[in-house]
């Protein structure tokens, strides 16, 4: 079994930076891409970011320049660095895999909160 285990979030003000990491565990070697998801309140789920095993990356407009994912060495690891964080970027951040044999794995979120 595969588990998606995220830390890193937090509490932290306008302008200020965090830097999420997943970390998966269980009887699989790498993946094909890994991810992150947010959702805030009252709002559904978006694609913050994702990047291959090989290294492709993609964004949404809406944290392009200010985010930045990364693979771990193992493939089996992934970090979101937030800069320039803003309070709309509120919301729990879901880290995803995504194996060769296909399907999703989903970690259990971590909250992100930005003050004003």
């Known amino acids: 079994q595969v588990r998606l285990v995220e830390s890193g979030g937090g509490l932290v003000q306008a302008g200020g930076s965090l830097r999420l990491s997943c970390a998966a565990s269980g009887s699989i070697f790498s993946f094909n891409a890994m991810g992150w998801y947010r959702q805030a309140p009252g709002k559904q789920r978006e694609l913050v970011a994702s990047?291959?095993?090989?290294?492709?990356?993609n964004y949404a407009d809406s944290v392009k320049g200010r985010f930045t994912i990364s693979n771990g060495n193992a493939k089996k690891t992934v970090y979101l660095q937030m800069n320039s964080l803003k309070p709309e970027d509120t919301a729990v951040y879901s880290c995803?895999?995504?194996?060769?044999?296909?399907?999703?794995?989903w970690g259990q979120g971590t909250q992100v909160t930005v003050s004003s």
């Open positions: 990047v291959t095993s090989g290294g492709s990356t």
């Open positions: 995803t895999a995504y194996p060769a044999s296909g399907g999703i794995y």
